[in-house]
């Protein structure tokens, strides 16, 4: 009876052994997982001022270095991450990248500022500006170089959007720069620009896409900058891919450009590199500002 018995023990340990490594291997630790094993990296993709020639800051976008599934879109894992509610986590890494980043280069970064993309749930959390300041150790030197970009659809109804809006307002008033990305594809467009003064819109770039002459494309575009200069926002068109588009952006006035024309996102270590080639690794002084 003893083989037998220690065949039943060694089955149930087995079963919990087992059962723990499917519960390790749930999907909100795969984020922690992830987190810890370095597979997270944040790719730097540039703005460019094309008066200047150079970048006047960079995008941080993530990417996810899966060991089986090889480069996940953050398209993909960002919303789950918003899901299982550990976007906060992976903000707090984008968070920490950029901090070391700024104080790492004081030269490249001396008037360039970062943009880091701030899902709308964390604008939830009441104490949400306040812990990004803490993190910021209320430097105002950091804080300067930081553009906080927010989606165009803020909020799931009238109490969040409320919630949100404070966030927003308490961040602006310690320094930040607040932008409102993907401009013009989302529902409430119009009337989050009603209720709170973005220093920045990033125009989508499905508008950038089919800027034809004839297009319809072109009319909103146009509407979109009137609004802009009327607000007295800093205007980013977004996927600028050809020559054309950047020059009828030009043409328009519009001359802060993101898109693969100028640059795709690249991980850290290419980006000395693009900037040497590009010509641009000494800005004049004060030849671009911050002041975004
Ligand atoms: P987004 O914030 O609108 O970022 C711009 C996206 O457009 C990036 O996609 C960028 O690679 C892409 N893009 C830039 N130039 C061009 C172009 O010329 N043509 C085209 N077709 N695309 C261009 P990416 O890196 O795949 O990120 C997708 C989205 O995932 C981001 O859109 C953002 O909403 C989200 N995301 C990425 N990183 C983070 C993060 O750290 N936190 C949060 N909350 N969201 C993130
Ligand atoms: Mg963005
Ligand atoms: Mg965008
Ligand atoms: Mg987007």
């Known amino acids: 009876w003893i083989p037998l018995l220690l065949g039943t023990l060694f089955s149930a340990v087995y079963t919990y ?5 499917v519960a390790r291997q749930s999907l909100p630790a795969t984020f922690e997982w992830a987190l810890k094993n370095n597979e997270l990296e944040v790719f730097f993709q540039p703005i460019m001022d094309t008066d200047l020639g150079g970048p006047l800051g960079f995008e941080l976008l993530l990417r996810w270095h899966h060991p089986a599934h090889g480069i996940i879109s953050p398209m993909i894992f960002i919303p ?3 899901q299982l509610g550990k976007i906060g986590a992976l903000t707090d890494f984008v968070m920490e990248t950029a901090i070391g980043f700024i104080q790492e280069n ?5 008037s360039r500022y970062l943009a880091i993309n701030i899902s709308r749930q964390l604008l939830l959390d009441e104490h949400f500006a306040e812990r990004v300041c803490r993190r910021c150790g209320r430097n105002q030197h950091l804080i300067r170089h930081l553009l906080l970009e927010v989606t165009e659809d803020l909020a799931f109804s009238d109490a969040e959007m409320d919630q949100a809006i404070t966030q927003l307002h308490l961040l602006q ?3 930040f720069r607040i932008a409102v990305d993907d401009f013009g594809t ?3 467009g119009l009337d989050l620009l009603r209720r709170f003064p973005f220093d920045v819109v990033k125009i989508d770039k499905v508008f950038i896409k089919e800027l034809l002459p004839e297009g319809n494309a072109v009319a909103l575009l146009d509407s979109m900058i ?5 607000l007295g926002m800093v205007i980013i068109a977004e996927g600028v891919e050809t020559a054309q588009q950047a020059d009828s952006l030009l043409q328009r006035g519009v001359n802060h450009h993101q898109g693969f024309y100028y640059a795709k996102p690249m991980p850290q270590s290419a980006l000395v590199a693009w ?3 590009s010509g641009a690794s000494e800005p004049a002084e004060g030849a671009v500002t911050v002041e975004v």
């Open 106 to 110: 004081p030269e490249l970064m001396k």
């Open 275 to 277: 900037l040497a080639r």
């Open 17 to 21: 052994a087992s059962r723990r490594r």
């Open 186 to 188: 989302g529902y409430s």
């Open 226 to 230: 009137g609004l802009a200069d009327g």
């Open 173 to 175: 008033q310690h320094g």
């Open 80 to 82: 789950l991450a918003e």
